[in-house]
Nanobody, 125 residues
């Protein structure tokens, strides 16, 4: 059974930091582009960040550029989202996903085949 499991969410004050991790089991995603998405209450799920299979290419939604960093450790089949200078508007459930594509930055959620169950991030003002 293929699983993506997120961890690292929680409650933090504005200006603080959190590190989200996504661990894969059941198969390796070392040859897949990976991404993070988020869904705030009452809003649609949105793209946050993505990384190519090699890690050479990354992309971010404008609202998190300069604050979030996505990385991957293929040997451990783990994708990391380092979130700094968090803002209340970053509050959401964050989802890890694995794309069917290898290279490039995949921003379209319809191009992702596997999803984790999500981890809650709450930023207080």
């Amino acid at each position: 059974q293929v699983q993506l499991v997120e961890s690292g969410g929680g409650l933090v004050q504005a200006g603080g930091s959190l590190t989200l991790s996504c661990a894969a089991s059941g198969r390796t995603f070392s040859r897949n582009a990976m991404g993070w998405f988020r869904q705030a209450p009452g809003k649609e799920r949105e793209f946050v960040a993505a990384i190519s299979w090699s890690g050479a290419f990354t992309g971010y939604v404008d609202s998190v550029k300069g604050r979030f960093t996505i990385s991957r450790e293929n040997a451990k089949v783990t994708v990391i989202l380092q979130m700094n200078n968090l803002k209340p508007e970053d509050t959401a459930v964050y989802y890890c996903a694995a794309s069917r594509f290898l290279g490039g930055v995949v921003r379209d959620e319809n191009e992702y085949d596997y999803w984790g169950q999500g981890t809650q991030v709450t930023v207080s003002s």
